[in-house]
C-alpha cells in the first residue's frame, strides 16, 4: 500500500505535475524498501525501476532530489547491474539543455552508473555517450566541460574508450584537437592538450592507453 502510494505519487510528478516538495523525503524511505529486495529482482521492482526511477530524471526540478534519487538507482544497481545499461539509455535521452548545474550532476551520476556496466553490452550506446561528452568539453560553461573531462582520470571509462577505439577514436580527437589550441581558459586547455597529445600517440595503438595526465592530476601510464 506505501509503494502504491509513493508510485502514484511519482507519476503525478513524472507526467502532470512536475513540482512535488516531498519528492526527495520519498525517495529516502523508497531506498530504504530498496534495500530490502530479495535477489533476483522481482519483474514488479524492474517494471518500478524503468518506468519511476528512470523517468524521474526528466523532471525539471530533478536537482532538488537528485541524491536521493542516485541513492536509489544504485541500489537497484547493487541488485541488478543489468539494468544500468537501460539507466544509461535514460541519462543520455534525458539530457539537461540549457542547465549546467544539472549537466554537472548528470555527468557524475553517468559515470557512476558505466563502472557498474558491462562493457560488452555498451556498444550500441557508445556513439551516443561520446557524442554527448565531447559535446559537454566543447561547451562554453567551464564546469561542465571540467566534469566531463574527469571521465578521462577514470581507469573503467578508459577501458571503454580502449575496446571501442574504432569508434571513439574518430569521434574524439578531431574535436578534441580542434578545441585544445582554442579553449579560453588556460588551465582547462592544458588539460586538453595532454589528453590531445595523449590521444594522437596513441591512436594507432590505443591499446598502451591507461591513465591520462589532466593538468598534473594523473600520469600518463603506457604498458612497457
Known sequence: ?????????FYTLIHENFKFNGAAELLDILASIISGFAVPLREEHVYFFKTVIIPLHKVQTCHLYHEQLLRCSMLFLSKDPSL?????????????FANSAKEVMFLAELLEVLEVCDINKLEPLVPK??????????GPHLQVADRAMCFFENDYFLSILKTYKMLT????????????????????????????????????AADDLLCVDLGGRRIIKKKK
Not at 544500468?84 to 539537461?96: C, F, N, Q, S
Open 129 to 138: 555517450l561520446f557524442k554527448r561528452l565531447i559535446k559537454c568539453i566543447a
Open 1 to 9: 500500500m506505501i509503494r502504491k502510494a509513493i508510485t502514484d505519487c
Open 84 to 96: 544500468a545499461i537501460p539507466l544509461v539509455e535514460g541519462l543520455l535521452r534525458y539530457w539537461p
Open 169 to 204: 577514436f574518430p569521434m574524439l580527437v578531431p574535436v578534441i584537437s580542434h578545441i585544445a589550441d582554442t579553449h579560453w581558459h588556460k588551465v582547462l586547455q592544458e588539460s586538453l592538450n595532454a589528453l590531445k597529445t595523449c590521444l594522437l600517440y596513441t591512436s594507432d
